[in-house]
């Protein structure tokens, strides 16, 4: 049998195949501008708060883009090194936690090899994956709380603690769940209530109410952050892993080892002690402004070791060494997720590999405005882009790397995590709606109130203006 760094390797690039890659798209659309910041501080000079307030919380922009600084490699490949890197981490620490729990190989593999197939699985109602196909500070922190607790298991609390603050230095949310998570454990070890961890609840951050305005709107159109308003198969994901971990943790199925009861079983308080947090902070409008925390999101540990252990589980009792069993399971799983990530990027190339061309017009034009305009050039276009037909929810600095007024989608999110930005959010927002319908004096006047230099409209250009870019959906013009 090949060595298991082969075969993690062999099976990483199985999983970027399977799930493709995207640069830019979704949440990236906030990480991605940061790590170009870093790699180039001429970038952004204009609307930088709306990417960087995320980034000034964590290492992980500094991470990235210094080592593309560094390296003098193009950055869009070293941001596609780093996610490969991710994922090969992922399923290294999910190897090692499988060795915790289980003793046969089959099961230590089948359990990676789930992991890897189901990458692209929603947790439940928080918009998250169990590892995104684009890179965020969570495709680090992931990797990192796992190695956290292989670390704890094993007894080693020191590298237990190291890896642990990494991950809060990678994304202080994802380190403070995972610190919740080890502490349950830790008070199932020594048989102790939950009262201390309970009383840690007084030291929350004090978020102060979001009155009314465009803070509280974009607060709002977050509806993940409230589970009042979560659909029924939402709960259902939420109660039926809880449900199945705590099964394995009374059970203890054969030819399985401690660990694996003792993670199934801190994992149950674990998860139902955030869900009634959840729903504590989304009834009282006092208590709105804590949603911020996003509780639920701690599910996407609870998910992800979950994952894990079914996959060793089937390995152990179901496919063991069977040729065909591996087959017969892990290729239709696959297929079904590979036809699953092209529905939600239709337009877009399954796998953006750095440096290829694209046929989708938003990237295409992106992609001339980064090769043929000025690095201090501030753009406008239409607020709501990210979900317009064909840009599959590419960001624009992102992928153009120009300065451009605040949008809609992404940029809201910003201002739902920090409430400070909605006066200027609002003022950006409003000043270019509608701009692909703009005339001469809808120009004039965001000019007055903005830097814009340039323009990027659905169809053909406005009149009076000079585009030397135009393809079949979009123009981009000069001022």
Same mark, same amino acid.
Request: hydrophobic share 55%.
């Given at each position: 049998?090949?060595?298991?760094?082969?075969?993690?390797?062999?099976?990483?690039? %199985?999983?970027?195949?399977?799930?493709?890659?995207?640069?830019?798209?979704?949440?990236?659309?906030?990480?991605?501008?940061?790590?170009?910041?870093?790699?180039? !501080?001429?970038?952004?000079?204009?609307?930088?708060?709306?990417?960087?307030?995320?980034?000034?919380?964590?290492?992980?922009?500094?991470?990235?883009? $210094?080592?593309?600084?560094?390296?003098?490699?193009?950055?869009?490949?070293?941001?596609?090194?780093?996610?490969?890197?991710?994922?090969?981490?992922?399923?290294?620490?999910?190897?090692?936690?499988?060795?915790?729990?289980?003793?046969?190989?089959?099961?230590?593999?089948?359990?990676?090899?789930?992991?890897?197939?189901?990458?692209?699985?929603?947790?439940?109602?928080?918009?998250?994956?169990?590892?995104?196909?684009?890179?965020?500070?969570?495709?680090?922190?992931?990797?990192?709380?796992?190695?956290?607790?292989?670390?704890?298991?094993?007894?080693? +609390?020191?590298?237990?603690?190291?890896?642990?603050?990494?991950?809060?230095?990678?994304?202080?949310?994802?380190?403070?769940?995972?610190?919740?998570?080890?502490?349950?454990?830790? #008070?199932?070890?020594?048989?102790?209530?939950?009262? $201390?961890?309970?009383?840690?609840?007084? &030291?929350? !951050?004090?978020?102060?109410?979001?009155?009314?305005?465009?803070?509280?709107?974009?607060?709002? /159109?977050?509806?993940?952050?409230?589970?009042?308003?979560?659909?029924?198969?939402?709960?259902?994901?939420?109660?039926?892993?809880?449900?199945?971990?705590?099964?394995?943790?009374?059970?203890?199925?054969?030819?399985?080892?401690?660990?694996?009861?003792?993670?199934?079983?801190?994992?149950?308080?674990?998860?139902?002690?955030?869900?009634?947090?959840?729903?504590?902070?989304?009834?009282?409008?006092?208590?709105?402004?804590?949603?911020?925390?996003?509780?639920?999101?701690?599910?996407?540990?609870?998910?992800?070791?979950?994952?894990?252990?079914?996959?060793?589980?089937?390995?152990?009792?179901?496919?063991?060494?069977?040729?065909?069993?591996?087959?017969?399971?892990?290729?239709?799983?696959?297929?079904?997720?590979?036809?699953?990530?092209? %529905?939600?990027?239709?337009?877009?190339?399954?796998?953006?590999? !750095?440096?290829?061309?694209?046929?989708?017009?938003?990237?295409?034009?992106?992609?001339?405005?980064?090769?043929?305009?000025?690095?201090?050039?501030?753009?406008?276009?239409?607020?709501?882009?990210?979900?317009?037909?064909?840009?599959?929810?590419?960001?624009?600095?992102? #992928?153009?790397?120009?300065?451009?007024?605040?949008?809609?989608?992404?940029?809201?999110?910003?201002? /739902?995590?920090? !409430?400070?930005?909605?006066?200027?959010?609002?003022?950006?927002?409003?000043?270019?709606?509608?701009?692909?319908?703009?005339?001469?004096?809808? &120009?004039?006047? +965001?000019?007055?109130?903005?830097?814009?230099?340039?323009?990027?409209?659905?169809?053909?250009?406005?009149?009076?203006?000079?585009?030397?870019?135009?393809?079949?959906?979009?123009?981009?013009?000069?001022?």
């Amino acid at each position: 049998m090949k060595s298991a760094p082969a075969m993690l390797g062999a099976i990483t690039v %199985a999983a970027v195949l399977v799930h493709g890659y995207h640069l830019g798209v979704d949440d990236a659309a906030i990480y991605v501008p940061a790590i170009k910041r870093v790699a180039d !501080p001429g970038l952004y000079p204009f609307g930088e708060q709306f990417f960087m307030s995320h980034a000034h919380l964590s290492v992980f922009a500094l991470l990235v883009g $210094g080592s593309a600084r560094l390296s003098h490699l193009p950055v869009d490949a070293v941001i596609f090194a780093w996610h490969v890197l991710s994922i090969f981490a992922l399923l290294l620490a999910a190897w090692q936690l499988l060795g915790c729990c289980f003793e046969s190989r089959a099961a230590r593999w089948s359990g990676v090899a789930l992991l890897a197939a189901t990458l692209s699985v929603p947790v439940t109602g928080t918009a998250l994956a169990i590892m995104d196909p684009y890179l965020t500070a969570r495709s680090l922190s992931t990797p990192a709380t796992l190695f956290a607790i292989v670390y704890y298991l094993s007894g080693r +609390l020191r590298w237990a603690a190291a890896w642990l603050l990494l991950t809060a230095a990678l994304h202080p949310q994802m380190g403070m769940y995972g610190a919740c998570f080890l502490g349950c454990m830790e #008070v199932a070890r020594r048989r102790q209530s939950l009262h $201390g961890l309970a009383m840690g609840l007084a &030291f929350l !951050p004090n978020f102060a109410p979001v009155g009314a305005g465009p803070a509280r709107d974009c607060l709002l /159109s977050r509806s993940f952050f409230f589970v009042n308003t979560w659909m029924w198969y939402e709960w259902v994901g939420v109660f039926a892993p809880v449900a199945l971990l705590w099964w394995f943790s009374v059970t203890r199925p054969r030819r399985t080892l401690p660990a694996f009861r003792e993670l199934a079983a801190g994992l149950v308080p674990f998860g139902l002690g955030f869900t009634a947090l959840a729903v504590i902070l989304s009834i009282p409008a006092s208590l709105e402004g804590y949603t911020r925390l996003q509780p639920m999101r701690s599910f996407h540990l609870l998910y992800v070791v979950l994952f894990i252990l079914i996959g060793g589980l089937i390995g152990e009792y179901a496919i063991k060494a069977s040729a065909w069993r591996w087959t017969a399971l892990f290729v239709p799983l696959g297929l079904g997720m590979l036809i699953m990530q092209d %529905a939600t990027f239709p337009a877009s190339q399954h796998v953006e590999w !750095p440096g290829s061309t694209n046929d989708n017009s938003w990237i295409s034009a992106f992609m001339w405005i980064r090769s043929h305009t000025p690095k201090e050039a501030v753009f406008a276009l239409d607020a709501d882009y990210m979900v317009q037909p064909g840009d599959d929810t590419h960001g624009f600095r992102a #992928v153009a790397e120009r300065s451009v007024l605040a949008d809609r989608v992404k940029d809201s999110g910003a201002v /739902s995590l920090f !409430p400070q930005l909605a006066p200027e959010w609002e003022r950006q927002v409003l000043a270019d709606r509608g701009l692909d319908h703009f005339v001469a004096a809808d &120009f004039r006047k +965001l000019v007055s109130l903005y830097p814009v230099t340039w323009i990027l409209m659905v169809g053909r250009g406005a009149p009076g203006l000079i585009c030397p870019y135009q393809n079949r959906d979009l123009a981009v013009c000069r001022m």
